[in-house]
């Protein structure tokens, strides 16, 4: 990828609607709702190019300067969205989640008990770099890292840390081929990783007026963190309020399933989506009778399960692909439950929002007599 800084209304646009991250509309650390005015309202089956800002660097543990935090990095071109958000009076204390949430997007047409089909078109880098932080309170190992509050090791990339937080730059380039992340590993060494960009956040309105938080996710789909969500993947969503009310954000250049630190490689990204309506009456024939988020992608159906218990987030994964090959294909529940004990594989979405997710791989390979 080129070093070039993707700023708002620059570029490439390939959707038909192009929704930018304006302070006046986004919401830092809580998801739209019932209430939630939409701030861009489209067609059944239009496109829309969202440019999605990460809290990384703009955070008040970074000092909430994007512009002074990048400066060590030798970044001077920075995100003129997160130089707002930073700027602006928006509120985001240690009880808000860090998600900088962009929506919501009426879906005209869509109605409670549809379900919204979102295809990722297209994810552009926005900047040539991103972070992996770890901080205390949080993650797989809560209580054991951060090691070091003073963060010796990435103290010759990363001075400006606080409150023991450890964020580690990543410089984005091109080697062997491939997009790689590039982390400093002490002693002018580094260790590089592959890239592969997709929104850890993407959800509908849930129905409530009450105030919902960003992290944890849920039947509205929101921080699911799911790894497989890149371009050319179809994230389901049922359908809850009216119009579906869509956002997104949180969005990652790379993530290992797990995302054990805390975050993935956090960057901004822009999006293109489609967004379709799949009335209720014909939901069984794409997610059978579930109405939780489903992701498919060119190779596998994924149902999901989540929990603020891991080991209930894996039941309750088994029990909806249970329910995904019996409702969609009238498989025997009993011989769903074989089929996917003999090759159906179940990884750790994350581990580190609050409520925990599981989600299945289902070859499609091995359903297409079944279609």
């Not at 938080?213 to 921080?223: A, F, I, L, Q």
């Amino acid at each position: 990828m080129s070093g070039t800084t993707l700023q708002p209304g620059t570029g490439r646009i390939d959707g038909a609607h192009y929704l930018p991250t304006r302070v006046e509309e986004i919401h830092w650390g809580w998801l739209p709702t019932a209430s939630t005015p939409p701030v861009l309202s489209v067609q059944d089956g239009d496109t829309v190019t969202i440019d999605t800002l990460s809290h990384e660097g703009v955070l008040a543990d970074q000092g909430r300067d994007p512009v002074a935090y990048l400066a060590q990095f030798g970044v001077t071109d920075v995100l003129r969205d997160a130089i707002d958000v930073a700027a602006s009076d928006l509120a985001n204390g240690a009880d808000d989640g860090p998600h900088v949430v962009t929506g919501p997007i009426a879906v005209r047409g869509a109605r409670a008990g549809d379900v919204l089909r979102v295809d990722v078109q297209g994810l552009e880098y926005r900047v040539p770099y991103g972070f992996v932080s770890n901080r205390h309170g949080y993650g797989a190992l809560a209580g054991e890292f951060p090691e070091d509050d003073h963060s010796l090791a990435t103290r010759e990339v990363d001075a400006l840390v606080s409150n023991g937080t450890v964020s580690h730059y990543s410089w984005i380039t091109r080697s062997a081929g491939r997009d790689v992340g590039r982390i400093s590993a002490g002693g002018g060494r580094h260790v590089e990783f592959g890239l592969a960009p997709f929104l850890g956040l993407m959800g509908v309105a849930p129905d409530t007026e009450e105030a919902v938080p960003s992290v944890p996710p849920g039947e509205h789909g929101g921080n699911i963190d799911i790894k497989h969500t890149g371009i050319g993947a179809t994230l389901y969503l049922p359908v809850l309020v009216d119009e579906a009310k869509f956002y997104a954000g949180d969005p990652h250049f790379a993530q290992g399933n797990g995302e054990v630190a805390l975050t993935a490689l956090e960057a901004s990204l822009r999006a293109t989506v489609r967004l379709s309506v799949v009335p209720a009456a014909d939901a069984s024939s794409v997610v059978g009778a579930l109405r939780n988020p489903v992701v498919e992608t060119s190779t596998h159906w994924i149902p999901t399960g989540m929990d603020t218990d891991l080991d209930e987030a894996m039941r309750k994964a088994t029990r909806n692909a249970i329910t995904f090959l019996h409702t969609r294909f009238g498989v025997p529940r009993s011989v769903a439950l074989a089929y996917l004990s003999a090759t159906g594989d179940f990884e750790v979405s994350q581990v580190v929002d609050a409520v925990q997710g599981v989600h299945c791989m289902i070859p499609k390979v091995d359903w297409r007599a079944w279609s």
